[in-house]
């Protein structure tokens, strides 16, 4: 079975550009998460989706932040104007059914993103 | 608020011993889950095991095991016989449930594991 992927890899950007990232979750998985993980920190929820509804976006800076899902499949983050602190690996995580508390996240091999 | 505490930055161990490493976490929920993942240096978060708050008996995955103490709000991993490839970060993180079903993960700082040969 195929893991979550995501691409690019990595990705260099200059602030106040704009980026993307592309994550395909696990076939049949329901749920996909998108993570923020700065250096040296654990990794912080984004936003979540159930299908292609948004489920909890509460942590998404939705000034510059934005995602979509839009055929409950393979998603994109979209970050539109980059600031040095977005620099930082984001991960996309796909579940089967949210069953909380014993669902289990699968994660993608991250996009590394650097702003200068 | 939830929160995971992983106290340890980085630790060492020798080549086929055993290594513990903390996680405390704090919730007022009665039903929460306990995840551990494993990130290498390639970045990929690797699931290696999961213990929820009714389950009676620590959770086991071949060499690795959770001990589960839930009134001291302690779920600490061990690495039996500990492998060069051991060598990562690792990551304890706690199923959010005080925001309704959504799965939210909250994750500790982290701990670096070297294996010495």
């Given amino acids: 079975e195929a893991g979550v992927a995501q691409s690019p890899r990595y990705k260099i950007i200059e602030k106040r550009q704009s ?4 994550c395909n979750p696990i076939s049949g998985h329901a749920t996909l998460y998108w993570y923020q993980q700065i250096l040296g920190q654990g990794p912080k929820l984004l936003i979540q989706f159930q299908n292609n509804g948004v489920v909890d976006d509460s942590q998404l800076p939705k000034d510059r932040f934005s995602a979509e899902r839009l055929k409950g499949v393979d998603s994109t983050l979209k970050i539109q104007p980059a600031k040095l602190e977005d620099s930082a690996v984001y991960l996309c995580a796909s579940s089967l059914v949210p069953q909380p ?5 699968y994660f993608g091999p991250g996009t590394r993103l650097l702003v200068l | 608020a939830q929160k995971i505490t992983q106290t340890q930055p980085g630790m060492f161990v020798q ?7 903390d ?16 990130q290498p240096s390639s970045g990929e978060m690797i699931f290696l095991i999961y213990q929820g708050s009714y389950d009676q008996q620590n959770a086991t995955e071949g060499r690795y095991s959770l001990n589960f103490q839930k009134a001291r709000k302690s779920a600490n991993l061990v690495i039996s016989a500990s492998q060069l490839g051991d060598s990562a970060m690792y990551f304890c993180a706690m199923r959010d449930l005080s925001s309704g079903n959504t799965g939210k993960l909250i994750f500790g700082q982290g701990t670096t594991l070297q294996v010495k040969p």
């Fill in chain 1, 101 to 105: 508390p014993m669902e289990t996240q």
């Fill in chain 2, 15 to 21: 080549e086929k011993e055993a290594v513990t490493l």
């Fill in chain 1, 19 to 22: 980026v993307a990232f592309w």
């Fill in chain 2, 23 to 38: 996680c405390t976490y704090d919730t007022s929920d009665p039903s929460y889950g306990l995840f551990w993942y494993k």
